[in-house]
């Protein structure tokens, strides 16, 4: 071995043992390895990074359905939650997250999503002593007889033929307009009736009537009134559009 060699050989080894030093000096963080997307499993980013978008952070105030809805978390239960976020809702605003439908997340993630928000907002609130009504409908709804619960139980906010009202608190919007429709599945006005919206003041299944008509809906009842506001969908919903204005053409 030559001088030059030895002197080289011999500043890269002080040059490995200054580096080596500097990164164990006292009081130098450490710096943890980045955990690859699939190994993230807390809840707080899960639900950032997923749903906050459409759901709202907290799960509130935001144009999809509320999910700090202690009422609604309730009536899906953890089953409904972890299939719903694993497989999305067909031709719904909703997609898929989990990876056997396309997704990027994996199965325990998508148990960590459903399991936190049954922990972070399903423990108050929950209706205590009451039967809740099921997720699903268990039969056929009738929309005539829809139409009838819905003026009994929903005209006084919505209108009697659902296109809207003026209250005090500002103009309701038309529940049965076909645009509106079309972006929401049966199952979405289903649980939107029966969890009802705490943030914009709409009250659950059990209604906010007084007097001698102060009971909750049935089961019937909410299914019969999905199938009415359902029957309002057309096949080209948003048409026709409105004509061009003539100071355009």
């Known amino acids: 071995m030559n001088v030059r060699t030895l002197t080289f050989a011999l500043f890269t080894g002080s040059l490995g043992l200054a580096i080596a030093g500097c990164s164990n000096a006292p009081g130098k963080p450490k710096l943890e390895a980045a955990s690859r997307p699939d190994e993230v499993l807390d809840f707080p980013t899960l639900y950032k990074q997923n749903c906050a978008g459409c759901h709202g952070e907290g799960g509130r105030h935001s144009a999809a359905i509320s999910l700090a809805n202690p009422v609604y978390l309730a009536t899906a239960g953890f089953d409904n939650l972890q299939r719903i976020t694993a497989a999305g809702v067909f031709d719904t605003l909703m997609p898929p997250f989990g990876r056997k439908a396309g997704g990027s997340l994996t199965d325990a993630q998508i148990a960590v999503l459903a399991r936190g928000m049954i922990n972070a907002w399903g423990r108050s609130g929950t209706p205590a002593g009451v039967t809740l009504l099921p997720y699903a409908s268990q039969g056929k709804g009738n929309p005539a007889q829809g139409q009838r619960a819905f003026a009994t139980f929903c005209a006084s906010c919505h209108g009697s033929d659902g296109t809207g009202t003026k209250l005090k608190t500002g103009q309701?919007?038309?529940?049965?307009?076909?645009?509106?429709?079309?972006?929401v599945s049966d199952q979405g006005l289903r649980s939107m009736i029966i969890a009802g919206d705490p943030d914009l003041g709409m009250p659950d299944w059990r209604s906010d009537l007084t007097g001698a008509n102060a009971r909750p809906m049935t089961d019937?009842?909410?299914?019969?009134?999905?199938?009415?506001?359902?029957?309002?969908?057309?096949?080209n919903p948003g048409q026709p559009y409105p004509q061009q204005p003539q100071s355009l053409k």
Not at 220 to 235: F, G, L, Y
């Open 172 to 183: 309701q919007a038309s529940i049965v307009d076909p645009a509106y429709l079309a972006l």
């Open 220 to 235: 019937q009842e909410v299914t019969d009134i999905v199938a009415w506001m359902a029957s309002n969908r057309t096949s």
